[in-house]
């Protein structure tokens, strides 16, 4: 896969229009304040919850494309919370961070090594593709929980 394709990919999981459903960044738009904070779910994460650990695994990539040595987000793999304007801008504003990064990016890292072990916890051992990759899944594996939070707080209610 081509790094501009890999480019595309994720821009499309947070702010354009992925051939899956809605990105990332749509299904947060509407989301109230007193939403984004609610468990509809037992045991399930808050959609603000979720929007900050989307945000803090873009950060830990970015870093890492930057020559960091790769290790859980510096905010933590799940952050603290913050009010919900902030963690959604947090949000798009990292992902405009990475998407520098990636435009700055030679395509032949794309074959190097992050990490020397493979531990799936911290997505290490694994190709530079295969992390961008995993980035953009992880995009759409937090949408589908964000779109049952949506529909399990807004159930019974007509929209329209």
Do not use: C
């Not at 821009?11 to 509407?30: E, I, K, R, T």
């Not at 919370?81 to 998407?99: D, F, I, K, N, T």
């Not at 961008?132 to 964000?146: K, R, S, T």
């Amino acid at each position: 896969m081509s790094l501009q394709s890999i480019s595309e990919s994720l821009a499309h999981s947070v702010g354009g229009a992925p051939w899956h459903g809605p990105a990332l960044g749509a299904l947060l738009a509407d989301v109230t304040d007193a939403e984004a904070a609610a468990r509809p779910i037992a045991g399930a994460h808050s959609i603000a919850e979720i929007a900050l650990h989307v945000t803090a695994w873009i950060e830990e990539v970015t870093a890492r494309l930057a020559g960091r040595a790769p290790a859980l987000p510096l905010s933590g793999d799940w952050p603290e919370a913050r009010p919900w304007p902030v963690a959604r801008a947090g949000l798009a504003e990292a992902h405009e961070r990475l998407q520098r990064s990636l435009a700055a990016l030679p395509g032949a890292r794309l074959a190097e090594r992050v990490g020397d072990l493979r531990d799936p916890r911290i997505g290490t051992g694994v190709t530079v593709e295969t992390m961008l990759i995993g980035l953009a899944e992880h995009h759409a594996y937090h949408g589908g929980q964000v779109t049952l939070l949506k529909r399990a707080l807004r159930a019974g209610r007509r929209e329209d």
